[in-house]
Structures are given as C-alpha cells and as structure tokens.
C-alpha cells in the first residue's frame, strides 16, 4: 500500500454541497438559498457576543449548562435531557455512531435531508430509503423499509426542501409500530415556523418512550446559523451514549451565550413568526398566480417547479434569477431536478423575486409568439 485506506462507506459519500451565494454580476445580491432568517439574530443576541468578546482566550463550559438550562426553561423540557452541538447536524452524526455500525440500515425519506445518507455511510451503515407521496414522506413506506438491520430511522418534519410535513397521529403511529431498539429520529429543524394544529414537534413522545429524538436548531428562526448550534432532545439512555463520544468543548462560548439570549427574546421570535406567516403565503399565492406549481410549505421556504421545456426549466430560470441578484437553491441532488427552493426573505427580497419571475415567464411567452409567427 502506498497511502492509507479509506474505509469503503467514507468513499461511497456524496460530500454535502451548500448552495450558491453569490451573483457575480449582478449590482444587488439576494441570498434566498439556505433558509436563513431575513430578521437576522435577536439583537440581544448580537449584545450578548459583544460582551463575550474579552473573554474568548477561555474555553467554553463543556457541558453548555446554562446554554440547556434556557432551552429547558423555554420549552418545558429537563435540561438533563438536552444535548447541545455544532448544528443539529453534529447531533445528528452522533447519533448515527451511537447507534449505527458494520451491516447496520439507516431508514430516510426520498427527498429527506441529504445529511442523513452521509451520516448513516460515515458510521459504517447502509442508507436505505422509502419512497414518498407528493413529495410527502409516508409512514407505510418507511416501516416497509425496516427490517431486522434497521438501528436508526431520520424524518425531517418539517421537511427540507419540499416544505411538507405529517401531522402528529402519522408520526405517533410511526413511533408505535418501530420496534423498541430502532431510534426515530424527528429532525424538527423548522418547528417554529408551523402554525397547523395537527403539527408536533414530538416533544411528548420523546417524554414518553427511551428510543424516540427530537433535534432542533438555532440556525432558521433564530438567526444564528454562522455560529452553528443546535440541540437534541432523547432518554437519558441516548443522552449519555451521546455525551460520551460527542467532542469536549463542541459548543463554543459564543454559541453558548448568543444562544442563550436568543431563545429567551420571545419578541423576535414572534415578529419572525409573523413575517414567515405574512410572506410565505403571499410569496405562494404570487408565484402560483404565474403559473408556477408551488409545493404546499409550513416553513421558512417554498419549493417551486419549473415545466420541462426548453427555456422554461429550472435551471433556465435559475440562471436568469441570478443574473438578477436573486440566489435560489438549485435541488437537483435530493432528486427533484426540476425544482429551485426559495426562502422567505425581507419585504424587498421576495417583490423582487416575484417581479424577476414575471420577467422570465414574460420572456419565454414572447419568444413562443415569436417562433410561432414564423
């Protein structure tokens, strides 16, 4: 041998590719790519990083004491039962090698996050994947998926990119028919935006029984995705296998008390709330009114599909949104080629958009009158 050898799942690993952020030549650029909230952090948030700003020569508290303490005060939960990491992708590749190894299957949705293949193949497992219906992950085809090797189950609820979810009774049916050792996993990453009653976080459930994890992020509602931070809620069984492999010092001091202020600044959490409820159902309405189809979203962003037709698809309408300062998530890696994901953005963002996107079907209208008059 004349290097080292990867182990054969690391190499089978599509490395995660983030969308675009930039508009060479466009004079304004609007980053409605990655989910991010348009308010930015709670300003108490932006204080509390100043005021950490002379004491960064020390580390962190290893264990974010203070940082779970306010996470269980905000939403009612035993901090003893919270586990805090670098994005609730850290927790999520904690998870996977807790729990998963050699031989073992990891069960995901069709379009579920692309982080869950990667984790599952970095532990050593084999990814398996149920099919969904109308790009909403279904609880028959992912227990149809399980089989005696099965140690883990992830579902996104919301889900990214497709925006859809399952109401509480499907996910509690879910829960009650995995057997008792396979882990479900609720990556619960948008929650705070949903405003259907039927919709659970899966708070109670993981109250309820030792093999069910809800994670959650500080990087949507919050504003804090620069800082990566998020936050898992499991059994004290989970918790402790999680403790014991996660990295001495995974949370940072900054993390720590940006995280703090903001989950206790109920004013921007609600005004964020409001302008998503505002702006996603107008953005919805406009887009579909110009003859786009628009996948039904509770979250923070729409998936928006393009005909199949030269000029017309979505990576025409891309370039062109681009070329406009208008940045989208081209989604063609979780297998919906013919999609771009928007975020909500600021008042100014999403006009702009819309109007970008009335240009671009405009355009192809008068290049078909103009084929079509010889």
Known sequence: MTKPVVRPGVLAIDPYVPGKSAA???????????????????????????????????????????LRRAIGAAHGLDPERIICGAGS????????????????????SQYGFLEYRIVILAAGGTPVVAPETDYTASVDALLGKVTERTKIVFLANPN?????????????????????????????????????????????LVAS??????TRTFSKIYGLAGLRLGWGYASPHVIDALNRIRGPFNVSSAAIEAGIAAVEDGTHIEAAIAHNDRWLTWLTR?????????????????AIRFPDEPGRTAADADRFLTSRGFVLRAI?????????????GSEEANRGLVAA???FAQGFAARGARAANG
């Open 89 to 108: 992708d850290d927790i999520l590749a904690l998870l996977a090698h807790a729990f998963v190894g050699e031989g073992d299957e990891g069960v995901y």
């Open 160 to 204: 990214n990119p497709t925006g859809t979810y399952l109401p509480k009774a499907e996910i509690e049916r879910l829960a009650d028919a995995l057997p008792s050792h396979v882990i479900l996993v609720i990556d619960a990453a948008y929650a705070e935006y949903v405003r259907r009653d039927d919709y659970s976080a899966a708070i109670e």
């Open 24 to 66: 060479p030549r466009a004079a304004r650029v609007f980053k409605l790519s990655a989910n991010e909230s348009p308010l930015g952090p709670s300003p108490k948030a932006i204080r509390a990083l100043c005021d950490l700003a002379p004491h960064i020569a020390a580390y962190p508290d290893g264990s974010a004491t203070r």
């Open 332 to 344: 063609g890696a979780y297998g919906m080629p013919g999609f771009l994901r928007l975020t909500v």
């Open 357 to 359: 996107l009335g240009d």
């Open 286 to 302: 406009e887009i579909r009114a110009l003859g786009l189809e628009v996948l039904p979203s509770v979250a923070n962003f729409i």
């Open 209 to 214: 029984r030792e093999n069910v994890v809800m």
